[in-house]
């Protein structure tokens, strides 16, 4: 499902899965100020997608932009918190088809952004107290069976901020 709002200066792309008796269970949204459309200087080149079943229904949202002549598909992810074979799911399945798709046009840009709930450097990207070792065990568990299925399927694509900060220990959540 998948809705365009015009609200304070945002157009928004969302996609949301339901379960029993019309409750939410996860959502994803791209959000893109509105004056770059207005400007000219960006603009849909089709229609927003989303997958309406699967582990990713609810979970991917890909929204095709053009910006200033060049192609791009952005791709809003929110990755399940507790899933992490769900989470594989994910990557081996539509991120690894949008990433064929977008090899058959080199020209267009491609970027994932969201919430992945999983890192793929637990030594970096995670804080474990002394003492709780067991926790950062688990930790490494649930990281890398969706880590694993990254470096396989999509092993070109890589996190911007590690990119530029490759030894840095700091973290969105702790």
Known sequence: MER???HRG???YWSVAFAAQHRIT???AVLIRSKHFASGVMRLHGQPAAPANGPAQGRLLQVPLEWAGQQLSVVGL???ASNPAANAAIISGPLASI????QQQPSRGLVFLGDFNFVTSAALDRR?????QQQQRQAATHDSTPAAA?????PSM???WRRQHPLRKAYTFV
């Open 26 to 28: 996860a959502g994803v």
């Open 10 to 12: 945002w157009h928004s």
């Open 128 to 132: 474990s107290p002394t003492g709780q």
């Open 99 to 102: 990433w064929q798709q977008q």
């Open 78 to 80: 929110y990755f399940h």
């Open 4 to 6: 365009q709002l015009l």
């Open 158 to 160: 890589c996190d911007a």
């Open 150 to 154: 990254w470096r396989h399927h999509l």
